[in-house]
């Protein structure tokens, strides 16, 4: 790997990190925990195969990531986080929340994978509620699913499937974060294909906190449209 040949603890950490896709693959780790060399280039589109697995060579060797031949009915190698690469998720969660400001603006041709949520929602969701019972609600999007368990002020977001959801919401990624990150109301998002099937309560002790209650038509969505017809009745 090249080298800064700067003693910083910053120009350190990029001589390891610092690479086109390193830090993707990274993040395909920290959700997914155990990956497959296919589950890899799956969540990596764009990437090519040799280069994919220069990084892991480049990141095994660095001390970041660790793999492992499984025995059946795995039987295949799983690529896994050592300690110190899971050390990297504050860094990672920081930086995407840097970044978001940006998604603002939509490049033609980019994809949103419904597993890519994890990360994000673990910064935005908060129980607002810890007093209340442990919930758990359920986003099915794509063929994939995500859990979300809010107890005793704790929120855990993980990938997988829950045997008793408290609430499941279904639709599109993006509609399905926006509703999340309290960016568009209830109506907004039930416009946008997202169903929910269970109590909303559960969603508003996570959602963050806003002026107005995101789940509710007097969201914000709402209140812009409402000032948008007052403009033309004018």
């Not at 910053?10 to 993707?24: I, N, Q, Y």
């Not at 300690?83 to 603006?105: I, V």
């Not at 007097?218 to 007052?230: E, T």
Request: glycine fraction near 8%; charge should be positive; hydrophobic fraction near 40%.
């Amino acid at each position: 790997m090249r080298s800064y040949k700067q003693r910083c603890g910053l120009a350190k950490a990029l001589d390891v990190v610092g690479d086109r896709w390193t830090l993707l693959i990274v993040r395909e780790l920290l959700i997914r925990t155990a990956c497959r060399y296919t589950d890899l280039r799956a969540g990596l589109p764009g990437i090519a195969t040799n280069l994919l697995a220069d990084r892991l060579r480049e990141l095994e060797e660095a001390g970041i990531v660790v793999s492992k031949p499984e025995p059946p009915p795995v039987a295949t190698t799983l690529f896994r986080l050592t300690e110190r690469g899971r050390d990297l998720q504050e860094s990672l969660l920081k930086l995407g929340q840097w970044g978001a400001p940006l998604l603002a603006q939509s490049t033609q041709g980019e994809t949103l994978q419904p597993h890519w949520l994890v990360l994000p929602l673990k910064l935005l969701l908060v129980d607002h509620a810890p007093h209340e019972p442990k919930q758990c609600i359920e986003l099915r999007m794509n063929h994939e699913s995500i859990v979300i368990e809010v107890s005793k002020g704790r929120i855990d977001v993980r990938l997988g499937t829950s045997g008793h959801p408290t609430t499941v919401v279904t639709g599109k990624p993006e509609a399905i974060l926006q509703l999340l990150g309290g960016r568009i109301d209830f109506a907004a998002a039930s416009a946008s294909g997202v169903k929910v099937d269970g109590p909303t309560e559960v969603l508003r002790r996570v959602v963050p906190m806003m002026r107005t209650d995101p789940l509710k038509n007097d969201g914000p969505v709402a209140q812009v449209r409402r000032a948008s017809s007052g403009s033309a009745a004018n």
